[in-house]
């Protein structure tokens, strides 16, 4: 038994489609797939949102480019059978959502309507698959995979979910499922979403609690490379990786793997492969345990566009341990994602992803405790295994704004 997951890149378009097609209709054995959204759709549905909370006349011009999107897709795939009929339910269920007056929560919106695009895009798989002789399920992943009701960012049930799980991945008529990355639901039934990329989450949610045999990841990269191919050059394949090691470089900002991913699949012993949809028969990157050293090159991983936000006390006092916490809540509470903290004697400073709100009226709620300035357009650039050497070529002409090392992570947030 094995989980597959497919990320939005791997079902842009039907010729991507029937590529997913056949890598499943090569695995003879009990599997599971969890299937993103297509292409840039996610992308698509937070502008919708947008337009729908603000309560914008764009909005339907931003949906029917939505769904022209998909139906160009399944005109291709299904031909004269036109759009199955399940498909045309859920477009019709968005439809009747956006002609609905938004709530005042933001955060439960989003949810809400993102899921949509999981939704669709299993469907159209799932019953293309059957089209072509392949029999599957389709697995609505709400019913089973519980959460609490902090939305945009929410919890697992572990418990609830295992046993939901249990009783709907069963393999007794079925040996494929198909369902979402990404989304699952509280327990009055209402959407919720693991957190933005969080399909890789699901597939090790799913892979530990059915104690699979392993859990890949399928990307456009033939599995984990010392750096972002679209941003350096010369980077180098890496064979293995453990658990430990894979944590460290996703908490990071590599992209490649979810961050949350790793711990349940470390708990119970399950592999992870990154694989290649481009080549699926080469053998990838394989994350598991590892007792032995194993030499790694140095590990480059740049996350842009994120902001410096240093905090200052107005009475000029030393930051202290009750400032911290009370920034720290703040954060939690603003569903702001920081990747770097350092404190000095006066001074707080805290590296996040660029947000697309104000951050002056995000944070005016500090602004009578703390003087507050901002850096924007930053990259912080993180390098395991670090090299003096490889220092020194990393941050030439960059003007650095802030720095970290520690024995195998040295960590810079840079401007070109």
């Not at 104000?358 to 005016?364: C, H």
């Amino acid at each position: 038994m094995k989980v597959f997951k497919f990320g939005g890149a791997s079902v842009k378009d039907a010729a991507a489609v029937e590529n997913v097609f056949q890598i499943i209709k090569s695995e003879t054995g009990k599997l599971v797939v969890v299937i993103s959204a297509m292409g840039k759709s996610t992308d698509l549905l937070e502008t919708l949102i947008k337009a729908y909370y603000n309560k914008t006349s764009e909005k339907l011009a931003i949906f029917k480019a939505f769904k022209d999107y998909h139906i160009e897709i399944i005109e291709t795939l299904f031909g004269e059978k036109g759009m199955p009929q399940p498909v045309y339910e859920l477009f019709n269920e968005l439809e009747h959502k956006l002609a609905t007056r938004p709530s005042y929560d933001y955060n439960f919106e989003y949810d809400q309507i993102i899921c949509f695009g999981e939704l669709i895009s299993t469907r159209i798989i799932s019953d293309y698959l059957n089209a072509a002789g392949h029999p599957n399920k389709w697995i609505d992943v709400r019913t089973c995979l519980k959460t609490d009701d902090t939305f945009r960012d929410a919890k697992v049930d572990w418990e609830w979910t295992e046993e939901l799980i249990l009783e709907e991945f069963t393999f007794q008529e079925d040996q494929l499922y198909i369902t979402q990355g990404f989304i699952g639901s509280t327990s009055a039934n209402l959407t919720t979403t693991l957190g933005r990329e969080g399909s890789d989450f699901t597939a090790a949610i799913i892979g530990s609690l059915l104690m699979v045999e392993s859990v890949s990841i399928w990307k456009d990269v033939p599995g984990i490379l010392s750096a972002d191919p679209k941003k350096m050059a010369d980077t180098v394949m890496i064979n293995e990786l453990s658990y430990k090691e894979a944590v460290e470089m996703t908490h990071s900002g590599a992209k490649v793997i979810h961050p949350k991913t790793m711990q349940p699949l470390h708990n119970k012993g399950i592999p992870l492969l990154v694989k290649s949809f481009v080549v699926p028969q080469n053998p990838g990157t394989v994350i598991h345990k590892i007792d032995h050293k194993i030499e790694l090159p140095p590990i480059f991983i740049l996350k842009e566009n994120q902001v410096l936000i240093t905090l200052s006390a107005k009475d000029f006092s030393i930051i202290s341990i009750v400032d911290i916490e009370r920034v720290v809540n703040f954060l939690m509470e603003k569903l702001i994602k920081v990747t770097l903290m350092q404190q000095s004697a006066i001074d707080l400073n805290i590296v996040a992803d660029a947000s697309d709100e104000n951050l002056e009226e995000i944070f005016g709620e500090l602004s009578t405790q703390y003087n507050i300035r901002y850096n924007t357009g930053l990259t912080l650039v993180t390098i395991r295994h670090y090299t003096e050497e490889v220092l020194d070529w990393m941050v030439k002409e960059k003007d650095i704004y802030l720095e970290q090392h520690s024995r195998l992570t040295a960590r810079m947030l840079v401007k070109e």
